[in-house]
Nanobody, 117 residues
Framework: QVQLVESGGRLVQAGGALRLSCAAS????????MGWFRRAPGRDREFVAA????????YFADFAKGRFTISRDNAKNTAYLQMNSLKPEDTAVYYC??????????WGQGTQVTVSS
């Protein structure tokens, strides 16, 4: 098992940037692929970005391409989501996800990102 704790969410103006962190503890962090999802008010949770265990491959939702970057530091058991050029529609609770080789998912509690216009 792995436990995940997100941080870094806050209120930011449109056009600004934030870096979210996801600190993992428990099981071997490097054995998990990591991802970020978000849920905006009144909407379903949606995929944002993911990165494989080594950091050599990453994937992004269309809205995140060119603005968001996902990375990980296996020595620090931490994954990151760098978000640039933020828009009001990026306002959401952002959740960290860890997936093991059996496709079992683990989730953090979420961190609120609010982008003001």
């Amino acid at each position: 098992q792995v436990q995940l704790v997100e941080s870094g969410g806050r209120l930011v103006q449109a056009g600004g940037a934030l870096r979210l962190s996801c600190a993992a503890s428990g099981d071997a962090f490097s054995s998990y692929s990591m991802g970020w999802f978000r849920r905006a008010p009144g909407r379903d949770r949606e995929f944002v970005a993911a990165i494989n265990w080594s950091g050599s491959q990453s994937y992004f939702a269309d809205f995140a391409k060119g603005r968001f970057t996902i990375s990980r530091d296996n020595a620090k058991n931490t994954a990151y989501l760098q978000m640039n050029s933020l828009k009001p529609e990026d306002t959401a609770v952002y959740y960290c996800n860890a997936r093991n080789s059996y496709n079992r998912d683990y989730w953090g509690q979420g961190t609120q990102v609010t982008v003001s216009s």
